[in-house]
């Protein structure tokens, strides 16, 4: 037993989670900040702490996480840090840029990797990984797009001799429903995941046994580090979801939102650990393709596509990485020094970004194909 290295690890898990938290906001309330259907403060607040709320409902993606991907008998807490760091990682750099991604598939990926590094293709159970993961992230997409799609289409059709003002009026209202359904949702899903770290940390601690569920004090804390970081709001990730895909309405903000929160919901029954990112993208796809006239910015989907291809493979690299410095170092020594140089990567990032701001002011100004709104840029210097 190591309990500093223990400790870590924990810290960096609660860490993830939060950049889970505000990295995926905007999955919840990207449409209803984009229709005006709430204000973009009011939003990350109920999304919080719905978050909250929804982070007790449920431990299937959490057993998942701990025992369905990859052999405990191979994991060490070195193995669990280098994997969460992986995740970090990837989840910071996409939020930098904007770019909805998966952190579900970050941490998997980051996992993965560490595990290879450590205990070879063997220490991985690829069963459970395509079945659980990779399956899901390729059909949630599609199924939620074409759930989506039809509710968009059913919406104008069925409401098309009720005057635009009255109906996005109606809708609008709706839509809080819709995206509330949708951070309760995300909470059964996504704070699991980092349960299910900790828990799998705590295995290989010796500090459980295998099999063992997550304890009372992880679910708690990873409740409150999600809640936490979608209350602080990713508004770069906002304002591409919002702003970046479709120009959106209040009907189809609320046929993305019910699709959305029916596709997640269904996913965590069967502890499937889907992307709730790959599921609210493509149910934004669907309102554009549902509705006649819409504007898709297919250049934007193909980026973020792009990102998506590169999440587990990018993630599982720098889990490998960190586990081959930290291993080769030893001990809680080697821990730390990877440790220390995340928290110094992690305010580096942060700094360049408030050079390039987006916030709650200028996450809905109209999007000109760039993620900061141009009256907020800096002035080149000649």
Known sequence: MNDGVLALVVVTALAFDFTNGFHDTGNAMATSIATGALPPKVAVALSGALNLVGAFLSLSVAATIASGLVNTGDVTLTVVFAGLVGGITWNLLTWF????????????????????????????????????????????????????????????RLSRSVPDGTRNHGFRIGQIGSASLVSLAHGTNDAQKTMGIITLALIANGTLHAGAEAPTWVIISCAIAISAGTYLGGWRVIRTLGKGLVEIDSPQGMAAESSSAATILLSSHFGYSLSTTHVATGSILGTGLGRRGAEVRWSVAGRMATAWLLTLPAAGLVGAACYGIAAGIGGTAGVAVVFVVLVLACVALYWQARKTPVSHHNVNEEWDGGLVPADTREPVAA
């Open 97 to 156: 840029f904007g770019i909805p991604s998966s952190s579900s598939h970050a941490l998997i990926g980051g996992v993965i990797g560490s595990t290879i590094a450590a205990a070879g293709s063997g220490g991985v159970k690829w069963h459970g990984v395509v079945s659980k993961v990779i399956i899901p992230a390729g059909l949630s997409p599609i199924i939620a797009a074409l759930i989506a799609t039809v509710g968009t289409y059913l919406i104008y």
